[in-house]
């Protein structure tokens, strides 16, 4: 603990690269010896430290570090420093390491297993949101781990899509651990967390600035074996997920648009640039499939789900009238689950009415309501109010 407190605070220094604070660390032999160098000393152990730089970390508060460090352990946050064994090895061997990773949830083999980026636009069009959907569903039937943002469009849909099919899930945010941008994607935010894990290199409380959004995609790429740019225009900050994932040596997909399609610019251009097109999860499968120990199947047993595909499943909520309560149906549902289902009548109910109906704490109906929606047991309606679909 006594070390995590100043790595704590080297992470929350703003205004220096991600990169110097690696560098200072493992060259003066830990963050402690860089809280408590000189600033000539810092200028001496890094001659690429900036001027500027070692000015920003003359700052020793330790108020912030110190209410990070109080948030994680109130809210069981794991801190995993670059120096720990348990810091994903292949973020670690790129150019610009985070130097502290802050995780919620349960982190997922990823090392061992077939981590596959999907990323596109926020201002995806409906053939966007079908296919990152479709790609994130088959890549996590395929036994894949999904990683992305949790932004609209593409990110969210492809995110969406692997949850409902089971898998692991790994969100990178751009903001701080505690921060859910948009917000009102607070149900995905929570279902990763849940089925996965949220990550981020900003400590709790952190003030973050859009820049650090670009910042977030070295994260992104840097975990995967590979990148799949499912929609992207020419200059966006998709591009830039391709861009890092190819300065990390990482392999780079592209699915092919409309050539007028300004949504598909990008991934058109990566395509004649040498990314290779894919049109679905098989491709991607194939060019590990050698590779068995990054699967939970045995050789051979990696199979794509053939589904007539339904964007509207995962574009639009379908409202359907609940069937009469049968108790029994649902015994096998962990417990709040169980509850909620049984509470939902043939009326749809607000988040609050389900409280009161089952004596639940807000965010185990929250929670419960989140997994339920993605196993398809419940949908959302007008004003948050929710009812059984089947």
Request: hydrophobic share 40%.
């Amino acid at each position: 603990m006594a070390r995590l407190k100043y790595w704590v605070w080297l992470s929350c220094v703003v205004g220096v690269r991600p990169v110097m604070k690696v560098r200072l660390a493992r060259t003066m032999g830990g963050p402690e010896a860089v809280f408590f160098a000189k600033k000539s000393e810092l200028l001496e152990a890094e001659p690429l430290l900036t001027d500027t730089e070692a000015n920003k970390l003359m700052d020793k508060s330790m108020e912030r570090p110190s209410k990070a460090l109080s948030y994680c352990q109130e809210h069981s946050i794991q801190i995993l420093t670059v120096q720990d064994a348990d810091y994903p090895d292949r973020l670690r061997q790129i150019a610009d390491p985070p130097p502290v990773l802050y995780v919620w949830g349960k982190l997922p083999p990823v090392d061992d297993r077939a981590l596959i980026a999907v990323v596109g636009t926020r201002k995806a069009t409906p053939y966007g949101l079908k296919m990152a959907g479709v790609m994130g569903r088959d890549l996590a039937l395929g036994g894949a781990i999904v990683t992305s943002g949790l932004a609209e469009g593409c990110d969210g849909a492809a995110m969406e899509a692997a949850l409902r099919a089971g898998g692991l899930s790994v969100g990178v945010l751009g903001t701080a651990i505690d921060e859910v941008y948009p917000a009102k994607n607070r149900w995905l935010f929570d279902a990763v967390k849940a089925q996965g894990a949220v990550i981020s290199e900003y400590a709790p409380g952190m003030r973050t600035f859009p820049s650090d959004f670009k910042q977030r995609n070295r994260i992104i790429s840097g975990l995967s074996l590979g990148v799949v740019i499912v929609e992207a225009p020419l200059h966006s900050g998709t591009r830039n997920t391709a861009d890092h994932a190819l300065e990390q040596n990482r392999d780079v997909f592209a699915v092919p648009g409309n050539a007028d399609a300004p949504a598909s610019a990008g991934c058109n251009e990566l395509i004649m640039q040498g990314a290779v097109p894919v049109t679905g999860a098989a491709a991607v499968l194939r060019a590990y499939s050698a590779r068995s120990d990054l699967f939970p199947q045995e050789p051979g047993e990696i199979h794509i789900k053939k589904e007539i595909d339904k964007p509207k499943d995962i574009v639009y909520i379908d409202v359907t009238e609940a069937p009469p309560p049968d108790p029994d149906r649902w015994k096998d549902l962990p417990e709040p689950q169980r509850k909620v289902m049984e509470a939902l009548t043939g009326k749809d109910m607000h988040a609050d009415e389900l409280i009161a109906a089952t004596g639940l704490s807000a965010p185990e109906i929250l929670s419960a309501l989140t997994m339920l929606q993605l196993a398809g047991h419940v949908v959302q309606g007008d004003g948050k109010r929710y009812s059984r679909k089947a």
